[in-house]
C-alpha cells in the first residue's frame, strides 16, 4: 500500500511568487492534515480536513495561504504571494478515521525555500 | 494551550547501547495521547511509539519503550540496544482526541559504531 506523498519535493521560489504543494494521502483515508516547520522550530499544525470539508484551520498563519482538497482526495497547499517567512518544510499527514488517538501517517515533506 | 518540550537539542550514544530521550508536556486534558515519531536523514517521519493517557502500563514496540508519568507529565523514549539505522530526529507530540498533534522541537539522535 502507497504511504503519503508529497509534491514538489522541495522548491526554491522568489519572493511575491506563487507555490502550490501537492498531497496524496494513504487511499481510503478521510483525514488529511497539513504541517509546517520552519527551520529549527516545532512542526506546528496548519489545518484538517475531513474529505473534502475543512475541519479545523486554525493554524494557517494569514490569507496568503489557501488549501483545498476538491473531492475528497489529494490537497493543494497554495501560497500567495510568498514570502519570506514562508520557507520550511510541509508536511502533509492523513490518518483512516476521526477514531481518539487514531494515528497520523505522514508524507515526507516538501522543502520550501524563499528568496 | 498544549505545550510539547523536548530539552535535548542532540544525543548520541554508541551501538549496543541504551539511550534515553526526554519529553515533558502541559496540559490540563484528563484523556490525550502522546507519540514518539522519528525522521531519518532524509526519508519520511514514521511512528515509533504510541501511548493512550488513560493506560498506566508502559507502551513498548520491540527495542523502543516509553516512561510514561503522567502526574509528572512526562514521557520519555527509551532505546535499547542503538542500531545505527535509529540515527534521526525524534518528534514527542500531544494529540487531544480527534485533535491536532502539537510537538516539541525534536531531539537529533546519532548512534556512533
Known amino acids: 500500500e502507497a504511504g503519503v506523498t508529497q509534491f514538489p519535493s522541495h522548491s526554491v521560489i522568489e519572493k511575491g511568487q506563487t507555490v502550490t504543494l501537492r498531497c496524496d494521502p494513504i487511499s481510503g483515508h478521510d483525514n488529511l492534515y497539513w504541517y509546517r516547520r520552519v527551520m529549527g522550530k516545532e512542526i506546528k499544525f496548519l489545518l484538517h480536513?475531513?474529505?473534502?470539508?475543512?475541519?479545523?484551520e486554525s493554524g494557517m498563519p494569514n490569507n496568503r495561504f489557501l488549501a483545498e482538497r476538491t473531492g475528497g482526495t489529494y490537497s493543494t497547499l497554495k501560497v500567495q504571494p510568498a514570502e519570506l517567512e514562508d520557507s520550511g518544510v510541509y508536511f502533509c499527514?492523513?490518518?483512516?478515521?476521526?477514531?481518539?488517538?487514531?494515528?497520523?501517517?505522514f508524507g515526507p515533506g516538501t522543502r520550501l525555500l524563499v528568496l | 494551550a498544549q505545550t510539547v518540550t523536548q530539552s535535548q537539542p542532540e544525543m548520541s550514544v554508541q551501538e549496543a547501547e541504551t539511550v534515553t530521550l526526554s519529553c515533558t508536556y502541559d496540559t490540563s486534558e484528563s484523556n490525550y495521547y502522546l507519540f514518539w515519531y522519528k525522521q531519518p536523514p532524509s526519508r519520511q517521519m514514521i511512528l515509533v511509539i504510541r501511548?493512550?493517557?488513560?493506560?498506566?502500563q508502559n507502551a513498548t514496540e520491540n527495542r523502543f519503550s516509553v516512561n510514561f508519568q503522567k502526574a509528572a507529565k512526562s514521557f520519555s523514549l527509551k532505546i535499547s540496544d542503538s542500531q545505527l539505522g535509529d540515527t534521526a530526529m525524534y518528534f514527542c507530540a500531544f494529540m487531544k482526541p480527534i485533535n491536532k498533534l502539537v510537538f516539541g522541537a525534536g531531539t537529533i539522535l546519532r548512534v556512533k559504531s
Open positions: 499527514a492523513s490518518s483512516q478515521g476521526t477514531g481518539a488517538g487514531e494515528t497520523q501517517y
Open positions: 501511548q493512550e493517557a488513560y493506560k498506566q
Open positions: 480536513f475531513v474529505k473534502e470539508s475543512k475541519q479545523d
